[in-house]
Nanobody, 124 residues
Framework: QVHLVESGGGLVQAGDSLRLSCAGSGRTLTNAVLAWFRQAPGKEREFVAAISWDFDSQTYSNSVKGRFTVSRDNAKNTVYLQMNSLQPADTAVYYC?????????????????WGQGTQVTVSA
């Protein structure tokens, strides 16, 4: 088992930046893919970004490409999501997820472990 805890969400204005953190504990993240998903009210949970724990490979959805950056600090067992140029459409609960695979799957059903989520609200 791996336990994931997100933090860093909050209320910001359009154009602002925010950095989310996801701290892992328990099972090692070696050989894992760490991903960020988000879910807005009434919408399906959607893929945002992913990064391999052991490589520099990153994947982004088209909606956030160029604005968001996923990174990690292996020594701290932590994954980050730097969000710039935030817009109201980015408002959602953001979740950290893990799957033990090399493929950066955009399918939420391919991920085995999830954090509790952190709310990001962007006002116009």
């Amino acid at each position: 088992q791996v336990h994931l805890v997100e933090s860093g969400g909050g209320l910001v204005q359009a154009g602002d930046s925010l950095r989310l953190s996801c701290a892992g504990s328990g099972r090692t993240l070696t050989n894992a893919v760490l991903a960020w998903f988000r879910q807005a009210p009434g919408k399906e949970r959607e893929f945002v970004a992913a990064i391999s724990w052991d490589f520099d490979s990153q994947t982004y959805s088209n909606s956030v490409k160029g604005r968001f950056t996923v990174s990690r600090d292996n020594a701290k067992n932590t994954v980050y999501l730097q969000m710039n140029s935030l817009q109201p459409a980015d408002t959602a609960v953001y979740y950290c997820a893990v799957r033990y695979s090399n493929y950066h799957s955009p399918n939420k059903n391919d991920y085995n472990y999830w954090g509790q989520g952190t709310q990001v609200t962007v006002s116009a």
